[in-house]
């Protein structure tokens, strides 16, 4: 049946069929006619930002963890966009699904120099899947169509769709509206890269398995395999929640120099790696520190990252899940059996529990002691919390301290590795999980970022909390520069007071001084998230200690300078430790 529509309405319609539940961004005169069919929509709540780079942050983490809807930003052309593309850029690298809708100049009105006049196009070439342009009442729903079936395909990424100013305005008549169809397939793996896999798996005497963030849904198959194996399981950053921490071949993220002793010891003598839905990139191998043995078997979506770094054995193009359920099938049909793996256990139990110990053993009457926050926030959250954790040496902490059940339940923007990711990350996951709890693990200087974000969760009644690692520093930083270089350049930031942020979100307040109080302030918080109220833990942590990663990554970035270099490296530091 013929309708009069506007584009705006059109559109609306199509985010409906693709299954968006929430829009994220801030409304202008590019955008006006699509935030008013917004309001309109039964299925779809428009959430107000108070900048759009929060905007983006929450709906990239959204998808990461909303099963089966999408990341959707409504933002106006321009200085939205620009605003959002910290956002985007990160949903880019790290492979999340996000459609970026965005307000267009009127391209029928002949006028130049038009607010907001800028090729967005050309702006977001580096760091989209595509990007498409609407001119045409007829183009609006399948040219969404189009960006959600790209935006969910392969390895995922952000999409733009801008929609031309008069067409979301005026209205024409269009016919109904088609329902949407999923053409995509996944890729399978093809049978005898399978076979070739399961043998030198079979045929190694110490195989390894490291899992990234492409092996989300495929945690019941990993298990599977890694108990016909007995092989140890190490992780990427990203992919820290792809396999359960509590499972007894579970080592921690990465392996080699930068790694906790559980997986450096675990992956000490691996003569085979089954790498499944991860690319080697520089944060998740310590800086390239992890030895690789030459027997790689490499499975991803994703066929570019195959031989980048690390050359491949065997590479396998599929979709993780049904790679890892087609391998465990052909290593049982070869007769494998869950393997003997006592020894390996205890090692890794023994290894993790005095790893814990080291961090636990001096409670401080001064500060708060890492190791004894992160066993305390663990057995007091529900297994099936969620944990956002932002840029720095909070989150290597976090990816070394806390153990993890559930796939999807920890994210980290990692290779674009943009601070300021959790406050708004934290308000996506809420959105997306209501009835789970939800809180962020952040730095000071992340924090000061995106704080003000934390009205938009009191507004919206979202009980999330904000555990702010408040040290004064750009740790991360300020450690790297320590060491070599003995200055603090621009890494001590200011004064910050963060009950003020709280003040000024209505957001609850709570301080946490030592070790002593670490329980009681974490039950408080949860009491108050649990009503709805958005809850800020001043957090006054304990840097003194590197992170495994932290100490890792120094010692390889080093050893690979040449010697020249090198020398001159440490020549520089020992003069200014010495003479001051
Ligand atoms: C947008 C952006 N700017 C700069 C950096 C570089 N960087 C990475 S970690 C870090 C320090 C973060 O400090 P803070 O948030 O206080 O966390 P801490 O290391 O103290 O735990 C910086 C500056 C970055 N990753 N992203
Ligand atoms: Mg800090």
């Known amino acids: 049946m013929a309708m009069k529509r506007n584009g705006a309405w059109l559109a609306v319609r199509a985010l409906e069929e693709v299954g968006v539940r929430f829009t ?24 107000l930002v108070t900048h759009e780079q929060g905007a983006s942050f929450m709906a990239e983490a959204f998808s990461r963890v909303s099963d089966g809807s999408i990341g959707c930003l409504v933002i106006v052309p321009a200085a939205g966009l620009t605003h959002a593309m910290s956002g985007i850029g990160e949903a880019y690298l790290d492979g999340v699904p996000l459609l970026v809708i965005s307000g267009g100049i009127r391209r029928d009105s002949g006028r130049h120099y038009q607010l907001h006049q800028l090729d967005q196009q050309q702006l977001v070439s580096a760091i989209t899947k595509a990007a498409f342009l609407v001119e045409r009442h007829e183009d609006v729903v399948p040219t969404i169509y189009r960006a959600y079936e790209i935006a969910t395909s392969g390895l995922p990424g952000p999409v733009l769709v801008e929609i031309a100013g008069e067409v979301q305005m005026f209205s024409t008549e269009v016919a109904e509206v088609p329902k949407y169809e ?21 045929a190694s005497r110490h195989p390894g398995i490291y899992l990234g963030w492409g092996a989300r849904e495929a945690t019941a198959f990993s298990v599977e395999v890694a108990e016909l194996l007995g092989a140890p399981v190490s992780t990427t950053m990203q992919g820290l929640s792809v396999f359960p921490h509590d ?40 800086s390239y520190g992890m030895r690789i043995p030459e027997a790689l078997i490499h499975a991803d979506i994703d066929p570019r990252v195959f031989n980048r770094n690390y050359p491949a054995a065997v590479a396998i193009e599929s979709d993780a899940r049904l790679f890892l359920a087609r391998l465990g099938s052909a290593l ?21 529990a ?43 902490l976090t990816a070394e301290q806390f153990p993890v059940y559930e796939s999807k ?44 974000e934390i009205l938009t969760a009191a ?122």
């Open 24 to 47: 994220f961004g801030i409304p202008g005169v590019h955008n006006t006619e699509l935030y008013d069919a917004l309001a309109l929509s039964e299925r779809i709540t428009p959430v």
């Open 182 to 202: 999923r053409r995509y397939v996944p890729p399978a793996p093809d049978p005898a890269l399978v076979d070739r896999a399961a043998a030198l798996l079979r």
């Open 247 to 286: 499972h007894p071949l579970h080592t921690g993220m990465g392996f080699g120099a930068s790694a906790v002793p559980a997986a450096r010891h675990a992956f000490d003598a691996c003569d085979c790696l089954l790498a499944v839905g991860v690319r080697f990139a520089e944060l998740a191998t310590g």
């Open 332 to 352: 049982k049909d070869a007769g494998a059996a869950p393997a003997d793996a006592t020894a390996l256990r205890r090692q890794i139990a023994s290894d993790k």
């Open 354 to 396: 005095a790893f814990r110990d080291r961090w636990t053993r001096s409670p401080s009457e001064r500060k708060v002691s890492p190791g004894i926050f992160f066993q305390t926030l663990r057995s007091k959250l529900e297994r099936d919390a969620y944990v956002v954790v932002d840029d720095g040496n909070h989150t290597f």
């Open 409 to 452: 339940h920890l994210i980290s923007p990692t290779d674009f590795n943009c601070m300021g990711y959790s406050v708004p990350g934290a308000i996506g996951i809420k959105l997306a999980h209501p009835e789970h709890q939800v809180c962020a693990v952040v730095g000071d200087g992340a924090f000061m970022m995106t704080a003000m």
């Open 459 to 580: 507004s919206n009644r979202l009980g999330v909390i904000y555990f702010v690692f408040h040290d004064g520093e750009l740790a991360q930083i300020a450690q790297l520069q320590q060491v070599p270089l003995k200055h603090k350049t621009c890494t001590v930031i200011g004064d910050l007071r963060v009950e003020g942020v709280a003040t000024a979100t209505g957001a609850r307040y709570l301080a946490m001084q030592s070790d002593a109080q670490v329980e009681s302030i974490i039950a408080q918080a949860l009491e108050l998230a649990e009503r709805g109220d958005p809850v800020i833990v001043d957090v006054n942590i304990d840097y003194s200690r590197k992170t495994a990663f932290t100490q890792g990554v120094v010692k390889v970035s080093l050893g690979r300078l040449p010697m020249a270099e090198r020398l001159r490296f440490i020549a520089r530091a020992l003069k200014r430790h010495t003479l001051g």
